[in-house]
């Protein structure tokens, strides 16, 4: 195979993978909902059977930690920021302003953390367990 399109190939397969190992993310989690709901739907069966109250609903779990929002905002900004310094002293301005992306991601993080954290009502202040 010549050079040129095994350097085709790097990419379509990174891309390819990369779905790939996104449908499997999404269908794995799909599947733990699915079970979970059932088994809950079996416990409240039994408990209907045998005549006990039913056991109150479980809360799902959370995706996220409070304040993973926070932390990976300001990560996010300070490796764009960091990547950016990098970058162009290593290759210039042009490419340089590749590492404002993570920047802008965690900049978004930052946005979003502050927004929810109004919205919960404690002004962007996180709570901490006693």
């Known amino acids: 195979m010549e050079a040129e399109s095994m350097t085709l190939l790097v990419p379509i397969f990174g891309i390819v993978f990369g779905v790939g190992v996104a449908i499997v993310t999404i269908v794995a989690g799909h599947r733990e909902r699915v079970k979970r709901a059932e088994l809950r739907h079996r416990e409240r069966l039994a408990a209907i ?11 799902e779990p959370e995706n ?22 990098a970058l162009d002293r290593v290759t210039g301005d042009d490419v340089a ?6 920047a802008a991601i965690g900049i978004a993080n930052l946005i979003a953390y ?8 404690n002004g962007g202040e996180t709570q901490r367990d006693a």
């Open 97 to 102: 302003l590749f590492g404002l992306i993570p």
């Open 49 to 59: 059977e045998k005549g006990i109250e039913l056991p109150l609903d479980p809360i």
């Open 114 to 121: 502050f927004v929810e954290s109004r919205k919960n009502g």
């Open 64 to 85: 996220r930690k409070k304040g993973s929002s926070l932390r990976s905002g300001l990560t996010g900004l300070f490796v764009g920021i960091v990547l950016y310094f």
